[in-house]
C-alpha cells in the first residue's frame, strides 16, 4: 500500500518541520506551500529531507482546494494508492500512519463488499478540550455521533473535517479532485456530499486520533445554550456563507437533512459574531454578500 501525504501549508512554523519529520518514515509527503513570500521552515524542509519529501511552493495562495489538487495529480501521476490529508497545525502519535492504516485493513476485513469512500480519525478539538462530534444524515433530518458516547471502534457517519482523512485514491477516479473554486471554506464538505451520492461510506475510526484545532473556538452559554465561535476572518465568514449556500441549493432536495445541519451552523455563527467576536460589521457585511453571491449562478466573486 503506497500512501502520499498532503499537507497545504500557509506561513508555517516550525511545528511543521516536526510533523514532516514524523511522517517522512511511512508515507511520502507532499507539502504544497501558498506563501507568498519564503519561510524559513520550509526552506529547511527543503535543506534537510531529502527522502519521501517533496516540496511545491505556489508563491501565492492558490486556495487550500487547488493545493490539494496538485498533491492529488502528482500522488495520481505517482501510482499512489491512498492519500493522507493533514492541516499543518495537526498533531499526530509518532506511529500515526502506521496505527491507520492498520484501522483501515482490520475494518476491510469485516466489510469486504462495502466500498469505502473516505476513511478519518476521530480527533480531540485543542480549542474545546474534548473529542469532535460527527453529523449523520438522517432522512429529512440529521443526528450526532461520537465515540466517548460509544463503545464502538468505528462509526459510520456523513461529515468529516479534512485533516485526518484517509482518501483511495479510487475514490478521485470515481469522484474527481476538490472545488477548486470554494477556496477555503465548505471543501470537505462539498467533497463528502459528493461520496454519499457516488453511493460511497464515511468511515471513522476512534483510533489513532490527531490533535487538530477548527479555528480559535471557544465555549460561550447563554442562557443554558452552548456557543462556539470560531472567531475566523471576515474573508472565511464570506467563504463560509457563499459556499454553504450554494451546496445547500445543490444538494438540498437530495440532502435535507444537509439544510438543517447548514442553517444551525449558520444561525450559531451570527449569533456568535453578535455577541461574543470582534470586528462585527466587518464580518457580519461579509456573510452577507456571501449569502448574495452564493445565490448567483456563476457563484459570486469575493
Known amino acids: 500500500m503506497k500512501i502520499a501525504t498532503i499537507i497545504v501549508t500557509f506561513y508555517p512554523t516550525e511545528d511543521i518541520v516536526k510533523l514532516v519529520l514524523l511522517l517522512q518514515r511511512d508515507t511520502h509527503v507532499i507539502l504544497v506551500d501558498n506563501s507568498e513570500e519564503s519561510v524559513e521552515a520550509i526552506n529547511k524542509i527543503k535543506r534537510d529531507f531529502e527522502k519521501n519529501v517533496m516540496v511545491i511552493e505556489n508563491k501565492k495562495n492558490i486556495g487550500?482546494?487547488?493545493?490539494?489538487?496538485?498533491?492529488?495529480?502528482?500522488?495520481?501521476?505517482?501510482?499512489?494508492?491512498?492519500f493522507l490529508f493533514?492541516?499543518?497545525?495537526?498533531?499526530?502519535d509518532?506511529?500515526?500512519?502506521?496505527?491507520?492504516?492498520?484501522?483501515?485493513?482490520?475494518?476491510?476485513?469485516?466489510?469486504?463488499?462495502?466500498?469505502i469512500g473516505i476513511f478519518a480519525s476521530n480527533f480531540y478539538d485543542v480549542n474545546l478540550k474534548?473529542?469532535?462530534n460527527f453529523g449523520v444524515l438522517d432522512g429529512k433530518s440529521?443526528?450526532?455521533?461520537?465515540?466517548?458516547q460509544s463503545d464502538e471502534e468505528y462509526l459510520k457517519v456523513s461529515f468529516v473535517v479534512s485533516s485526518g482523512t484517509f482518501i483511495p485514491a479510487e475514490t478521485f477516479l470515481k469522484v474527481g479532485l476538490f472545488r477548486a473554486a470554494f477556496f477555503i471554506d465548505h471543501i470537505d464538505t462539498d467533497y463528502c456530499l459528493?461520496?454519499?451520492?457516488?453511493?460511497?461510506?464515511?468511515?471513522?475510526?476512534?483510533?489513532?486520533?490527531?490533535?487538530?484545532?477548527?479555528?480559535?473556538?471557544r465555549e460561550y452559554k447563554i442562557l443554558?445554550?452552548?456557543?462556539?465561535?470560531?472567531?475566523?476572518?471576515?474573508?472565511?465568514?464570506y467563504y463560509v456563507a457563499r459556499n454553504g449556500i450554494q451546496l445547500v441549493q445543490e444538494y438540498g432536495a437530495e440532502f435535507p437533512g444537509f439544510?438543517?445541519?447548514?442553517?444551525?451552523?449558520?444561525?450559531?455563527?451570527?449569533?456568535?459574531?453578535?455577541?461574543?467576536?470582534?470586528?462585527?460589521?466587518?464580518?457580519?457585511?461579509?456573510?452577507?454578500?456571501?449569502?448574495?453571491?452564493g445565490r448567483r449562478t456563476d457563484g459570486g466573486n469575493e
Do not use: C
Request: glycine share 6%; proline share 2%.
Open 94 to 115: 509518532d506511529n500515526y500512519v502506521l496505527d491507520l492504516r492498520a484501522s483501515f485493513e482490520n475494518y476491510k476485513i469485516s466489510h469486504l463488499a462495502e466500498k
Open 142 to 148: 440529521y443526528q450526532t455521533k461520537t465515540f466517548w
Open 194 to 217: 459528493r461520496v454519499l451520492k457516488a453511493g460511497l461510506s464515511i468511515i471513522v475510526t476512534r483510533r489513532p486520533y490527531l490533535s487538530h484545532t477548527v479555528g480559535r473556538r
Open 259 to 293: 439544510v438543517k445541519i447548514f442553517y444551525k451552523k449558520f444561525i450559531h455563527d451570527l449569533v456568535g459574531i453578535l455577541f461574543f467576536e470582534d470586528q462585527k460589521w466587518a464580518k457580519l457585511r461579509a456573510t452577507f454578500r456571501g449569502i448574495r453571491d
Open 130 to 132: 474534548r473529542e469532535t
Open 86 to 92: 493533514l492541516d499543518d497545525d495537526s498533531m499526530v
Open 224 to 237: 443554558g445554550m452552548s456557543f462556539k465561535p470560531t472567531f475566523n476572518s471576515a474573508r472565511r465568514k
Open 64 to 82: 487550500l482546494a487547488a493545493a490539494q489538487n496538485l498533491g492529488v495529480q502528482l500522488g495520481l501521476e505517482e501510482k499512489y494508492d491512498f
